[in-house]
């Protein structure tokens, strides 16, 4: 399934991360196979390594940042538009910075069926049998405690996914296990596609829901970053 990377289309507003971390939310991966598709090689060159480790959180395609003022921060920490070599998978990361758990995130796109798997996931197996069919970056298996392979294994541990629409543009990513915690907690998940986000924390959509505002936004300067390469 080819496809064009697209932006996020909304955002609540614009502040830089609350903390900087030198290491990444998602692994890496390095090589191997999800499924015949292997490591895309923009991505290999835009992951910063030191010492063995990932540095910058550039393992993430995205990473959403729920700030404790408030405010919500989507990057692009990897500048591919995918990790695969089929060109439409990207890795997801979530790090929550606010007092309370994470426990469902719903993901719609209003341009791309970013919930449409075809069973390549980032912690899918190899075409020739191993799971996860890809190796990471600093060794080790990040796949651990994976409890929904529905979709082709997708979620990182203790993802699962839920109401995907008929359209396969909306969803909810949900966190098991207590949720993504509170004052740092993160999680990484994969999609066939950066989306346009609306987020619920703590998994009902009252009193805890965070309607984003300004879209269009962070698609124009997406676009405009993917121009400049």
Known sequence: MSRTAIGFGVVLSFFLAEATFASSICPAPNGGDSDGEGVSGTYLADTVISGGVVQNDTGCNVLITF??????????????????????DNLIGILNLTGAAISTITLTSMTDDIFAFDGDGICGASISGPTPGYTFVGGGNPCTNIIDTSYGTYGGPWVTYSNISSSYTSGNVNFANGGIAANGGTSFFSLEGPVDVNLMIGGSPEPATITLLGAGCLALAFFRRRLAR
Do not use: C, E, K, W
């Not at 700030?67 to 439409?88: E, H, K, L, M, Q």
């Open 67 to 88: 700030n404790a003022n408030g405010s919500i921060v989507s990057t692009y920490p990897n500048a591919a538009p995918s990790y695969d070599s089929g060109g439409d």
